[in-house]
């Protein structure tokens, strides 16, 4: 939806600029003024702690430094230690899938949890799910959907929890309401012709379990609410997958990036 966006893509679930913005200002209002970041060392980190970053400093921010570590670290002490000593009140984990769970689980190690805020800028529920709530707990995280959302959210989980034993993450979801969003312009149109569907999904609203009054713009970013969250004590928790406390709802207008920010041609 940037300089390689075009009039036949569409990005609908999420993407690294929402997940920085919604966490980095959200976290940076509500008094976590200074930051460290550990980030993956190759482009999907260095995107996070960018967009990251230019969203703590707009809010009055200011991060300290990062320690960038390579993919499918092992060890993540000194990178903790580096953490630790930067006095920052907010640690920013810009790195996913495995690097972040060994990361999580090091920084319980050092007791980094009770010191520092931790933030995800990239997790799943099913890696809260896989690390469990005694390491997560606490953690912020942006998320784009959540299946404990709403009753629409509960009742379409529900049907997928029955199918695969396990609650679905944004990445599901996403796939199921950009299909049948797709299907449903498709039945509007009478047509699969692509210039007469695309135009049908960029008028219409969206709103199913997914999204509410979502709409496409012309540079192919469906626009929806986002959220930010945080990990659940285990006392907290009253129920299987029962993980997240909502701490604020992001309009999408302020998740994603703007008009003025774009480099796609189309939305100019």
């Known amino acids: 939806t940037n300089e390689e966006c075009t009039p036949y893509t569409i990005n609908y679930a999420l993407d690294t600029i929402a997940q920085a913005r919604v966490a980095g200002k959200a976290v940076t209002a509500n008094g976590g003024k200074s930051w460290y970041f550990l980030v993956a060392d190759y482009a999907f980190g260095h995107s996070l702690e960018k967009d ?76 809260t799910h896989t690390m469990g709530l005694n390491a997560t707990q606490g953690l912020y995280l942006s998320e784009a959907w959540y299946w404990d959302l709403n009753a629409e959210t509960r009742a379409w989980s529900k049907r997928f929890f029955e199918k695969t034993k396990r609650m679905p993450t944004v990445l599901q979801a996403g796939a199921y309401s950009a299909t049948m969003t797709y299907l449903k312009a498709v039945k509007a149109t009478g047509t699969d012709n692509s210039d007469k569907v695309m135009a049908q999904l960029k008028t219409a609203k969206i709103n199913d379990f997914f999204a509410r009054n979502g709409y496409i ?52």
């Open 52 to 127: 990251t970053t230019e969203v703590i400093k707009a809010n009055g921010g200011t991060v300290s430094g990062s320690a960038r570590h390579p993919l499918s670290a092992s060890d993540f002490s000194s990178f903790l230690i580096q953490a630790q000593s930067s006095k920052a009140q907010v640690l920013g984990l810009a790195n996913a899938g495995s690097d972040l769970h060994n990361a999580v689980k090091a920084a319980n190690e050092f007791g980094i949890n009770k010191k520092m805020r931790m933030t995800a800028m990239m997790l799943f529920v099913s890696d």
């Open 217 to 268: 713009r012309p540079d192919g970013r469906m626009v929806h609410d986002y959220y930010l969250m945080q990990v659940k004590t285990p006392a907290e928790s009253k129920y299987p997958w029962d993980y997240y406390k909502l701490v604020q709802t992001v309009p999408g207008e302020e998740a994603f990036n703007t008009k003025a920010e774009t480099k796609c041609a189309l939305w100019k």
